[in-house]
């Protein structure tokens, strides 16, 4: 588990190892924190997230259309801001429709050729995005102890493609960081990791699919509280046939026999169900016919970034030290989990 928003010293040029007086940038990292739900039912694919709400600059992940039949969320590293230039360096869910602008209307399909040919459809979606990650990441000049093979961002993408049908793909990026001359690091992005979610092995079920942000501890999927006939739905389940039925499709692995009208009212209401009062929501739908659009709208954005304190008292928290004081047992970047 990492923080879902966490300080980072960056030194401002190479230059700076050598200077022992070199001015350091604070840069805070606010995470998309929370979950994403994806359904593919019929003629549609429905996306619903949960923001996890553990600190007070976690953002709610959000779908954003990148085509009219292709959708992605991002979940992890999201926000990048400079509290002292009072700016956003990068809002890397904005940056995601132009970044996959140029690849056009075909699908992020793994290509399959000899060793050397140029890069598939979907590497033209994740490549892209590494590369902005990695222009934000490159001022890390400080050792984060990073989990070698934790993810900093992950993105979600789910697109329904003309003679294929639906796709949902999750795209891993980790961070790795080489010791330079003294305290000096290198930060760098690896190549990021596909994996395809849907369609599903030949026998598998075909049902409901969850990401989870931060990993660790995730809380317990929607199909799992389904299947453990969880109490927070009885009402739900017991009080219409229409419900029932819905949750028995998913639960039988038949979501692609659910009409997409009968899917959105019961992900509502289901995910009404468990989320805490004060995590925001947000639902999109892919339709075969249509395309994307939202049917609950992301929330609205601050009119002022949200930045902190220009004056940072000097044992706030911080990447190394998340509760200020270097003594909190809290899960971080310098700390995670199993390393004490």
Known sequence: MVCASFCLCALPGAAAQDDADASVEEVVVNQAAGRVIVAVVKNAILIATIENPVEAGTRPPIPVALSGLRAGTILG??????????????????????????????????????????????????????????????????????????????????????????????????????????????????????????????????????????????????????????PRFDGLLHGDAKMADTANKFLSGDSTKIAAGDATQFLRAALASITPPNARQTMAVIREQTGFEYILAPPAEPKAPRMSQPNRPADAPSLAHPSGDGASDAPSLAHPPGSR
């Open 77 to 230: 590293a999201d926000e990048w801001t400079s509290p002292s230039l009072q700016t956003i360096l990068g809002r890397l869910d904005q940056d995601l429709p132009q970044l996959h602008a140029a690849i056009g209307e075909q699908g992020p399909r793994l290509s399959v050729g000899a060793a050397g040919a140029e890069a598939s459809d979907i590497e033209a979606v994740g490549k892209p995005l590494r590369e902005r990650l990695a222009g934000l990441a490159g001022d890390i000049h400080s050792p984060l102890n990073w989990p070698e093979k934790e993810p900093v961002l992950e993105l979600v993408i789910a697109d329904i493609l003309e003679g294929y049908g639906p796709e949902v793909w999750q795209v891993s990026y980790t961070m790795s960081q080489q010791q330079q001359q003294g305290d000096y690091w290198v930060t760098n992005i690896e190549d990021p990791v596909y994996l395809q979610i849907w369609p599903p092995e030949k026998g598998d079920p075909h049902t409901l699919m969850e990401f989870s942000y931060p990993f660790d501890k995730a809380p317990a999927s929607l199909l799992d509280l389904l299947r453990r006939k969880d």
